[in-house]
Nanobody, 125 residues
Framework: QVQLVESGGGLVQAGGSLRLSCSAS???????MGWFRRAPGKEREFVAGISWIDNGTTKNYADSVKGRCSISRDNAKNTVYLQMDSLKPEDTAMYYC?????????????????WGQGTQVTVRG
């Protein structure tokens, strides 16, 4: 069983930054990884994804965060990160990481087999 544990969320002012972390068990270096979020009253949506190949150089971002967020991975630490800058109140959500064995970091939620419990990000306007 693959387990994912997110951390790094918190309360920040608009314009601030956070770095979310997701620690994974299992053969992490073969997992495509994704970050999703669910805002209050809304469905879960894609934020960013990173591939398992080419040292994670294949990355995808939702238009809503493109230019403000950066996904990266450290295979030696079995960890994927989401650096978020210039945060907006609209970024307030529960953030989840997900793993897709041999995946490209797809924006499709159905591509991922494993999910963490989430870490809360709250941005005050």
């Amino acid at each position: 069983q693959v387990q994912l544990v997110e951390s790094g969320g918190g309360l920040v002012q608009a314009g601030g930054s956070l770095r979310l972390s997701c620690s994974a068990s299992g053969p992490f270096n073969t997992y495509g990884m994704g970050w999703f979020r669910r805002a209050p009253g809304k469905e879960r949506e894609f934020v960013a994804g990173i591939s398992w190949i080419d040292n994670g150089t294949t990355k995808n971002y939702a238009d809503s965060v493109k230019g403000r967020c950066s996904i990266s991975r450290d295979n030696a630490k079995n960890t994927v990160y989401l650096q978020m800058d210039s945060l907006k109140p609209e970024d307030t959500a529960m953030y989840y990481c997900a793993a897709d064995p041999y995946g490209p970091g797809s924006e499709r939620e159905a591509s991922y087999d494993y999910w963490g419990q989430g870490t809360q990000v709250t941005v005050r306007g």
